[in-house]
Nanobody, 115 residues
Framework: QVQLVESGGGLVQPGGSLRLSCAASGIISSLNNMGWYRQAPGKQRELVANIFGSGNTNYADSVKGRFTISRDSAKNTMYLQMNSLKPEDTAVYYC?????????WGQGTQVTVSS
């Protein structure tokens, strides 16, 4: 059974930073492709960043240069370091993993950027 548990969300002022974590258990490991997605109220869920089993990464244009995705294989945990946060980054952030074509999602963590 796969579990993805996000943590680290919260309220932060514009220009601030947060680090999200996604702890994976079950059959998900550092060999799997994983990613962060977000969904703002009234909008579709969108890709934020991916990290592949190879270690390569890609980012949405809106977060390039501000967000960094990484993973700790020993802890089986993926991270999203978010700097220079903007109000438009406000959303529920979801962790996603794939294994043999099956997609798994975490429950989401709320990030609110507001003064």
């Amino acid at each position: 059974q796969v579990q993805l548990v996000e943590s680290g969300g919260g309220l932060v002022q514009p220009g601030g930073s947060l680090r999200l974590s996604c702890a994976a258990s079950g059959i998900i490991s550092s060999l799997n492709n994983m990613g962060w997605y977000r969904q703002a109220p009234g909008k579709q869920r969108e890709l934020v960043a991916n990290i592949f089993g190879s270690g390569n990464t890609n980012y949405a244009d809106s977060v390039k240069g501000r967000f960094t995705i990484s993973r700790d294989s020993a802890k089986n945990t993926m991270y999203l370091q978010m700097n220079s946060l903007k109000p438009e980054d406000t959303a529920v952030y979801y962790c996603r993993a794939t294994n043999w074509g099956i997609v798994y999602w975490g429950q989401g963590t709320q990030v609110t950027v507001s003064s």
